[in-house]
Nanobody, 119 residues
Framework: QVQLVESGGDSVEAGGSLKLSCAAS????????IGWYRRAPGKERDWVAK???????SYADSVRGRFTISRDNAKNTVYLEMNGLKPEDTAAYYC?????????????WGQGTQGTVYS
């Protein structure tokens, strides 16, 4: 099982940017599909973006055009560049391995990284 650690979260002004990182701990994930999820206060965890092992990407409607997911397999790291941040983007952000067939996350959520957007 791939162990992932999120980092890069911070408190930023509305309209600002953050770049989150998702790094593998002790294993490689170049052959894995990775997704970013977030949980806002009082809400369920929502899917944000996905990147396949071949680099194909997809996004939730709420972030498309503002967020960019990418990966650097040499560093065993997946990134989420977030631009034009809005207060509603405030959430704990998590990354997870996705099942190749179903696209379902493994559910082995880590501590995540907190992104807070203030007006």
């Amino acid at each position: 099982q791939v162990q992932l650690v999120e980092s890069g979260g911070d408190s930023v002004e509305a309209g600002g940017s953050l770049k989150l990182s998702c790094a593998a701990s002790g294993v490689t994930f170049s052959s894995r599909n990775i997704g970013w999820y977030r949980r806002a206060p009082g809400k369920e965890r929502d899917w944000v973006a996905k990147i396949t092992m071949s680099g194909l990407t997809s996004y939730a409607d709420s972030v498309r055009g503002r967020f960019t997911i990418s990966r650097d397999n040499a560093k065993n790291t997946v990134y989420l560049e977030m631009n034009g941040l809005k207060p509603e983007d405030t959430a704990a952000y998590y990354c997870d391995e996705l099942n190749r067939c179903t696209g379902t996350p493994s559910g082995s959520w880590g501590q995540g990284t907190q992104g807070t957007v203030y007006s």
